[in-house]
């Protein structure tokens, strides 16, 4: 008799284990992107360094009402200059001139457009550097079309981006702005400062009593504008420019470059104002300082054709967005 063929045992297979919890809509990829993305921004010290700086400025209005109050005192006392330790000898006139005419920290409208003035030149820096890193590298090294072979479309991959850089900018502007908010309301002696009144549209005399302060709305208003305009664009500049420095440069043309030119036709040449609107910040201020209640600056456009521009660069750069990632090829 021949040998007895041996058999190996039949292999121990794991039984299938159906999925026990709960299908989320393709919705829910929005949040997981926009996590990646700031813990890929948070990892870098740069970023911590200009967020540092963004904090002087905010800490700038934050105690210069204190500062404004003891320089105040100085000057009343008749002191002409004091002293005032590692900054040597300082004048109360000169440090109320600053706070006061050219800062303009007195808990209005003003006060808050200014801080988001100031905010904004630092946002803008750490975008420009941000952005290759954010969108940039993911269709530069093909990790784009490996979000998009997951069950989500690209708006849900555009939202994600998006909602990491808006995380970003409220961070350091809208956030910030409710806080100082807040200060103001603990140390305004009016006893209705966090109820508002606003004028019925049409009328002069007749007035509204709002159950919160309007500078509230406006705060939220402007923050939500810089935000819109400040993530489409950016999205849109690094999806078309790659890479870090060529980006930088890109970034610096609508912001720096623009707003040069404006003020040489506006101010040099006498051209007429809305020559500024080709200033995208200058548009971004003008529709924030609306929301703020305040009034239009001398020598410069409506707010609703700065409004208007807003609506048509945003429009094109979703536009041209949708058009750039419809051409990547999906795998799987």
Same mark, same amino acid.
């Given at each position: ?12 297979? !794991? ?25 890929? =921004? ?82 803008? =820096? ?7 890193? !954010? ?8 990790? !784009? ?23 970003? =900018? ?24 966090w109820v508002g009144r606003g004028t019925i549209v049409g009328t002069e005399d007749v007035h509204l009593w709002l159950p919160v302060n309007h500078l509230v709305f406006g705060i939220l208003g402007y923050g939500l504008v810089l935000t819109l305009v400040m993530s489409i664009l950016l999205l849109a500049t690094a999806t078309w420019v790659r890479k870090t420095v060529p980006l930088i440069m890109t970034w610096a043309v609508p912001f $720096? ?28 201020? $003008? &529709? ?32 041209? !967005? &949708? ?7 999906? =795998?799987?």
């Amino acid at each position: 008799m021949g040998e007895a063929t041996v058999r190996a045992p039949a292999p121990d297979l !794991l039984p299938y284990r159906p999925w026990r919890g709960t299908f989320r809509s393709s919705w829910s990829a929005v949040w997981p992107i926009a996590r990646v993305s700031l813990a890929m =921004i948070f990892r870098r010290k740069l970023f911590w360094a200009l967020y540092a700086l963004g904090l002087m400025i905010f800490l700038l209005f934050f105690f210069g009402t204190y500062l404004l109050a003891w320089g105040e005192t100085m000057a009343d006392a008749g002191q002409g200059e004091v002293r005032a330790g590692l900054l040597g000898r300082l004048k109360p006139s000169d440090l109320i001139k600053v706070l006061k005419t050219n800062l303009e920290i007195n808990g209005t409208g003003q006060t808050y457009r200014n801080l988001f003035w100031y905010q904004g030149y630092i946002v803008t =820096i750490v975008l420009a550097l941000a952005g290759s890193v !954010l969108i940039g590298n993911d269709i530069r090294f093909g990790s !784009l079309p490996y979000y998009l072979s997951k069950p989500m479309s690209r708006w849900h991959y555009l939202l994600g981006k998006g909602l990491a850089l808006a995380v970003f =900018i409220n961070m350091m502007t809208t956030l910030p702005a409710l806080l100082l908010f807040v200060q103001y309301g603990f140390l305004e002696m009016e006893e209705n400062y966090w109820v508002g009144r606003g004028t019925i549209v049409g009328t002069e005399d007749v007035h509204l009593w709002l159950p919160v302060n309007h500078l509230v709305f406006g705060i939220l208003g402007y923050g939500l504008v810089l935000t819109l305009v400040m993530s489409i664009l950016l999205l849109a500049t690094a999806t078309w420019v790659r890479k870090t420095v060529p980006l930088i440069m890109t970034w610096a043309v609508p912001f $720096l470059f623009c707003r040069m030119v404006a003020n040489v036709m506006v101010e040099g040449l006498r051209y007429n104002p809305n020559w500024r609107l080709i200033d995208l910040w200058n548009c971004i201020y $003008l &529709v924030g300082n609306a929301c703020l209640g305040m009034a239009t600056p001398l020598r410069q456009p409506s707010p609703w054709w700065a409004a208007a521009v807003l609506l048509g660069v945003t429009s094109l750069c979703l536009s041209y !967005l &949708v058009v750039r990632i419809r051409g990547v090829e999906i =795998i799987g």
